[in-house]
């Protein structure tokens, strides 16, 4: 089966830095992805990592570490518009299994 | 990114009526479709996974005669909710990966409401 952890919520101020972290227990890895979901609408994807290490894409970076069954999700300089919910995915054969989300929300 | 269109993106129908979601891929062949249910508040739930020209396969605990799913092109599958119930009301996304790409995007939702 497939057991992914992520907070519930995380509130943080506008400028700051936030850690999403995620911990997995999965049958098959295939690569895990970070999406946000703005409230009432589709997810949009935000990051992909298959190999252990940092993956940066501007203010987004996910990190994994697959010995560990962990990754994160760092949101620099944060601004309201980031106010969402971020969902950790993983991949076992080619289905993506999704945690319940992290909702962030970004405060002046 | 690829493009992935819903439509409707929200529909409101009667007990017992049959809805027709359609998802299509703009920019990309759509080798495999995933179709996805969510619950307010709560994370997306894999229904079934389609691929282009073949029967869908279903998740476990999904209705495959009430949810029925269709991918005859590799540019559209649709999900269609037949004698759909109150209980039905909720916000379906599908998603689609390609031969050039193993990343799922997702279509906008569809919002569907059963009085």
């Known amino acids: 089966g497939q057991n992914i952890d992520q907070p519930t919520e995380m509130t943080a101020t506008e400028g700051a830095i936030v850690q999403i972290n995620c911990t997995y227990q999965?049958?098959?890895?295939?690569?895990l992805f970070w999406y946000q979901q703005h409230a009432g609408e589709a997810p949009t994807f935000l990051s992909y990592?298959?190999?252990?290490g940092l993956e940066e894409k501007g203010r987004f970076s996910s990190f994994l570490s697959r010995s560990k069954g962990y990754s994160y999700l760092l949101l620099k300089e944060l601004q309201m518009k980031d106010s969402a919910s971020y969902l950790c995915a993983v991949r076992g054969d080619y289905k993506l299994s999704f945690g319940a989300g992290t909702t962030v929300t970004v405060r002046a | 990114g690829a493009v992935v269109s819903q439509h409707p993106s929200r529909v409101i129908c009667k007990s017992g009526t049959s809805v027709k979601i359609e998802c299509r891929s703009l920019d990309f062949q759509a080798t495999t479709m995933f179709w996805y249910r969510q619950f307010p508040k709560q994370s997306l739930m894999l229904m079934a996974t389609s691929n282009e020209g073949s029967k869908a396969t279903y998740e476990q605990g999904v209705e495959k005669d009430k949810f029925l799913i269709n991918h005859a092109s590799l540019t559209l599958s649709t999900l269609t909710v037949t004698s759909a119930h109150p209980e039905d009301s909720s916000f379906y996304i599908c998603?689609?990966?390609?031969?050039?790409?193993?990343?799922?995007?997702f279509g906008p939702g569809t919002r569907l409401t059963v009085l």
């Open positions: 999965t049958s098959g890895f295939n690569g």
């Open positions: 998603s689609a990966t390609g031969a050039i790409t193993d990343t799922q995007y």
């Open positions: 990592n298959v190999l252990d």
